[in-house]
């Protein structure tokens, strides 16, 4: 549907005209589109108001961040499609194979997809629009190797380019690959804003030793700070997006089962800020939230954080039917609980169909079976402890 509204939108027929010279001259599409040039110019205004409403972190002030966008959209609209284009088909595909066998590429089909969006915008921005980048947009500092050669060659020999334009545009190529971990011949190292990346992630490993008593991040959990380390290279990059869309109120709901998790995240998010440029808008921080909370659920163990619920569900029916019941409580989504078989020091909740004076710890009394308000109830008491614990 979306890729239906897309082709049949003026709006996007005109953005793809304006950014990236799909359709001909301006008089050109003006005539094929059979509308007059201030309906044009009309239409252009107002899509620049929605996209800095939509988009509040990107200010499209500059050629790199003018590409990262249109790069986006594209993407969005023409990403389950082949990008829009006819002429530039053949070029675009024998670019796209030369970068991936040059750069010894790996990616997956849909990373290939948004590579070949980003390689379909440069090539269209200098041959349609002539933007070339100059040394104001370059994003790494001196490259070397034959790759990078080969790069700045190919460019020069298929898009007419001279040595100086061909070396900032393969940089910028270059940078692409390093910020989303594309290469094993890309190094981080060339990025300009590598110390800033590296700060960033050492206060942040710095708040996880600290409120986690872990002693080293860096020997303990390597691939949680190359994975860190990684995503605050991409959000501190004009390439930064999120694609994610979540409302706060479904963060809101994911992460409340999560509270040690959901607080580092927070702290994570308060460092970025701190970071001027580029701009995080609160939406985005929103996401980015969510995307550090999946990174530590993910990376670092469970008994590191240590915000797990242990609960325990022994019915008088018998094993059989106790069993049952922990496989329906396994089966609580986002609920951050660990099912044990039998009562111990861990335990956090009990559940029985009868009240345990012995029992110290809180107990759930249910019917057999429990009913839709039963397992509504134990959500909620599931979150309060989730509080609770934390504090």
Same mark, same amino acid.
């Given at each position: ?13 005109? /953005? ?13 599409? /003006? ?21 800095? #409403? #939509? ?7 500059? #050629? ?53 969006? &980003? ?7 200098? *041959? ?17 190797? *034959? ?176 069993? &049952? ?67």
């Amino acid at each position: 549907m979306t890729l239906i509204l897309a082709y049949n939108s003026l709006n996007i027929q005109i /953005l793809l005209n304006d950014g990236l010279g799909i359709g001909g001259s301006r008089d050109t599409f /003006l005539k094929k589109a059979g509308i007059s040039q201030s309906t044009y110019y009309r239409c252009k205004k107002k899509m620049f108001r929605d996209l800095q #409403e #939509e988009f509040p972190d990107q200010k499209m002030t500059n #050629e790199i961040e003018n590409r990262a966008l249109l790069q986006h959209i594209t993407f969005f609209f023409f990403g389950s499609d082949q990008f829009p284009m006819v002429n530039l088909s053949k070029q675009l595909h024998n670019t796209l194979n030369f970068l991936i066998f040059n750069w010894q590429l790996d990616p997956t089909y849909t990373e290939k997809k948004e590579l070949a969006h &980003f390689v379909a915008v440069q090539l269209l921005r200098i *041959k349609n629009k002539q933007r070339i980048l100059t040394e104001e947009d370059d994003l790494l500092t001196h490259p070397f190797g *034959k790759h990078f050669e080969r790069t700045q060659e190919y460019l020069m020999r298929n898009l007419g380019l001279t040595e100086k334009q061909a070396y900032h545009e393969a940089l910028f190529f270059n940078a692409y690959i390093i910020i989303y971990d594309g290469s094993p011949l890309s190094k981080q190292s060339l990025l300009k804003r590598k110390k800033e990346i590296d700060r960033l992630t050492n206060q942040q490993l710095t708040i996880i030793e600290n409120n986690l008593n872990v002693h080293d991040c860096r020997r303990e959990f390597p691939n949680f700070v190359k994975e860190l380390t990684k995503l605050n290279t991409q959000t501190l990059s004009p390439f930064f997006f999120i694609n994610s869309y979540l409302d706060h109120q479904t963060t809101f709901e994911v992460m409340r089962s999560y509270p040690m998790t959901e607080n580092l995240a927070h702290k994570f998010i308060n460092l970025r800020k701190q970071i001027k440029l580029p701009f995080l808008s609160e939406y985005s921080a929103l996401q980015l939230l969510y995307q550090y909370s999946i990174l530590i659920v993910t990376d670092l163990p469970a008994d590191v954080i240590d915000d797990q619920l242990h609960i325990v569900a022994d019915f008088s029916l018998g094993r059989i039917y106790s069993q &049952f019941i922990q496989q329906q409580l396994s089966r609580l989504v986002n609920a951050n609980i660990v099912i044990d078989p039998k009562i111990n020091r861990q335990t956090d909740l009990f559940i029985s169909d009868k009240f345990n004076a012995g029992i110290k710890v809180k107990q759930i009394t249910w019917n057999c079976p429990p009913t839709k308000q039963d397992w509504q109830k134990l959500r909620s008491t599931i979150v309060d402890m989730h509080t609770k614990k934390i504090n």
